[in-house]
Structure formats: structure tokens, C-alpha cells
């Protein structure tokens, strides 16, 4: 089954260790979710007399696709990495390059090392983001399978790298908490508008479905395209 989500934990996520954690030594005490709560409250204080910034939506995809596919996935679901994995390459190569589908894709955040991917995703721009996100996809058993935040880190580091990004920008982007207060609150909007209880949820121009097979979902898309 799909992971679920509550929206009111969403609010707590940042105050458990989200961006946040990175800017405190992970080998001291400090690295604790429950020491993150004052460095959580300064960000909270800082986004109310300072505006977050822009959470544009990442998309693939003719902007007059007949279909558009609205997809929420986390990067730390193994029924994302099974859709992207199982269904993404055809998905592309069949509708989304030939003109038929817009596909529009928003990320979910189950916990912090979900949120730091995503994070990193976005460093990268919009040139580098799909790029980016398969190799999240990809190599999710590797980079998200450590119980130790540095560890995981460390392993987004080297997948930012491999993407040809620099040391400096990759921890700049992953210390932005403006950003990640942004990515959390767009989040929340998004989910509750469109009901997203669990993921990967798939939007077929509005029709709301679950995980499925690429047989499944073209069946869904020729209906939409009339064939």
C-alpha cells in the first residue's frame, strides 16, 4: 500500500530536523530533532516579516498537451521508484515527447531526508531537475537506506555532484530554510486542493487515481485523447 500523509504534520516536519538540521554539527548533540526547536522557531518568526519565496511547479511537456498529468510522488516512496521505474520511461517517450501529455510533477514530503531531496532537485534548476529526480528514483535503496542523517547527506551530495554540481552550491541549497518552508507550504495547498492522501497519486486531467501500471494508465490517457 501507498505511504499516507496527515497535513498537520506537515507543520511539525521543519521542527524535527528539515533543512534545519544541516546547520548544526551532525556529530554533536545538536543533531537531535528536539535541540532543532529554536533554530525552527527563529525560521517560523523570519518567514512571517519576510515573504517565502517561489515554489514553481516542475513540468514536462507541451504547454498545449490535450492531457495534462498532475503525479505526487515522494522520493522516499518505494511505489514512486516502482511508477518512475516501471512506467515514467514509457509515459515520456509515448506521450509526453510526442506532444499529448503535459505532465506536472509535485513533491511530497513523508520526513526530512524526502523534503532534503527534493531540496536538491531544485538546485539543480529546471534544466537539471528531471535528471536529478531519476537518479533519486534510482538510487533510492542507496541513498535513503541509512538511519543516519549524515549518511544520507553525504549520499545526496554525491548524486548532486554526479549531476555537476559543486560542494558550495549543494550545501547552500540544502541550508536554504526560506525554501524549505516554502516547499512545505506549497505542499500543504496543493494536497488539500487536489485531496492527495497518499502517493504516488496521478491526476488525469483532474480524475484523481492511484499507482498503477503503464497499461493501465494509457488505457486512462487514450480515453482522455479520444482513441
Known amino acids: 500500500m501507498a505511504r499516507t ?10 521542527a524535527a530536523g528539515g533543512a ?6 551532525a556529530d554533536g548533540p545538536a543533531a537531535g530533532g528536539a535541540a532543532l526547536a529554536p533554530l525552527a522557531a527563529q525560521a517560523q518568526e523570519a518567514a512571517q516579516t519576510a515573504p517565502l519565496p517561489a515554489v514553481p511547479d516542475m513540468v514536462l511537456g507541451a504547454a498545449d498537451a490535450p492531457v495534462t498529468i498532475v503525479e505526487y510522488a515522494s522520493y522516499t ?17 509515448n506521450y509526453i515527447d510526442t506532444g499529448k501529455v503535459r505532465l506536472v510533477y509535485r513533491e511530497v514530503y513523508f520526513d526530512r531526508y524526502g523534503l532534503w ?3 536538491l532537485a531544485r538546485c539543480g534548476g529546471e534544466t537539471r531537475y528531471f535528471g536529478i529526480s531519476s537518479m533519486l528514483f534510482e538510487q533510492q535503496r542507496d541513498w535513503a537506506g541509512s538511519d543516519d ?13 554526479t549531476a555537476g554540481m559543486d ?11 526560506a525554501m524549505a518552508e516554502a516547499m512545505v507550504a506549497a505542499y500543504q495547498v496543493n494536497a488539500t486542493a487536489d485531496g492527495v492522501e497518499a502517493t504516488p497519486t496521478i491526476l488525469i486531467n483532474g480524475e484523481k487515481h492511484g499507482n498503477m501500471s503503464y497499461a493501465d494508465l494509457s488505457a486512462l490517457i487514450d480515453a482522455k485523447l479520444g482513441g
Open 20 to 25: 534545519l538540521w544541516l546547520t548544526r554539527p
Open 149 to 161: 542523517p549524515a549518511a544520507v547527506v553525504e549520499n545526496l551530495k554525491t548524486i548532486g555532484r
Open 77 to 93: 516512496c518505494p511505489h514512486c521508484a516502482s511508477f518512475h521505474g516501471n512506467v515514467f520511461k514509457d509515459l515520456k517517450a
Open 167 to 177: 560542494d558550495a552550491t549543494i550545501q547552500a541549497c540544502l541550508q536554504d530554510n
Open 117 to 119: 531531496a527534493a531540496m
Open 5 to 14: 500523509w496527515g497535513l498537520a504534520a506537515l507543520a511539525l516536519l521543519l
